[in-house]
Antibody, heavy 121, light 113 residues
Framework: VQLVESGGGLVQPGGSLRLSCSAS????????MHWVRQAPGKGLDYVSA????????DYADSVKGRFTISRDNSKNTLYLEMSSLRGEDTAVYYC???????????????WGQGTRVTVSS | DIVMTQSPDSLAVSLGERATINCRSS????????????LAWYQQKPGQPPELLIY???TRESGVPDRFSGSGSGTDFTLTISSLQAEDVAIYYC?????????FGQGTKVEIK
């Protein structure tokens, strides 16, 4: 299993960014996928999740209305569109595979290496 | 949201000694239909992403050394490293996978004394 994130970088407050996660080594359309972030020197925070078929998504309150998760099962790719970015969104963003098709329960069995997002002027 | 609280925040243990990390949830993680506790433990070494150690509170992930064990039920859980090795220096997180949003404990840093 490989999860490779990309798209991170430096962005000004109020700006936008699109993260991607390319998945391989498993049947991508069978599993829910999540984004988890880690601010510098801090712990792990759930960001968003999407069901295996892409029909349902969930968001942390802190990003609701600003972030949009999506997936393209034909390309084995997960996305996170981030807008109205704030300083507190600065973090490493991990693409994470769940063990179940839905997002309501199930642990994470594989994590990507992460992509760093820095929101600063 | 379910709040996860770990203790201690950090601990220093001599090589070969036991390390014990506690995790408490604000509500029961025991799923009645299958009698499983939806609690996972992850290890994060410096500069690396987290890795799954244990799920269902006490089931070791494939490839995880048997010095790692998990126990507990309901709201109180424990991760034990029976004989600390140098490669176990890391931050350990518990996570509830009972409901969304998934929530993590604040982490426990394990160091060598």
């Amino acid at each position: 299993v490989q999860l490779v994130e990309s798209g991170g970088g430096l962005v000004q407050p109020g700006g936008s960014l699109r993260l991607s996660c390319s998945a391989s080594g498993f049947t991508f359309n069978s599993y829910a996928m999540h984004w988890v972030r880690q601010a510098p020197g801090k712990g792990l925070d759930y960001v968003s999740a999407i069901t295996n078929n892409g029909q349902s998504a969930d968001y942390a309150d802190s990003v609701k209305g600003r972030f949009t998760i999506s997936r393209d099962n034909s390309k084995n790719t997960l996305y996170l569109e981030m807008s109205s970015l704030r300083g507190e969104d600065t973090a490493v963003y991990y693409c994470v595979k769940s063990i179940s098709p839905g997002y309501t329960s199930g642990w994470y069995d594989y994590w990507g290496q992460g992509t760093r997002v820095t929101v600063s002027s | 949201d379910i709040v996860m609280t770990q203790s201690p925040d950090s601990l220093a243990v001599s090589l070969g000694e036991r390390a014990t990390i506690n995790c408490r949830s604000s509500q029961s993680l025991l799923y009645g239909s299958n009698n499983k506790n939806y609690l996972a433990w992850y290890q994060q070494k410096p500069g690396q992403p987290p890795e799954l150690l244990i799920y269902w509170a006490s089931t070791r992930e494939s490839g995880v050394p048997d010095r790692f064990s998990g126990s507990g039920s309901g709201t109180d859980f424990t991760l034990t490293i029976s004989s600390l090795q140098a490669e176990d220096v890391a931050i350990y997180y518990c996570q509830q996978d009972y409901s969304t949003p998934r929530t993590f404990g604040q982490g426990t840093k394990v160091e060598i004394k």
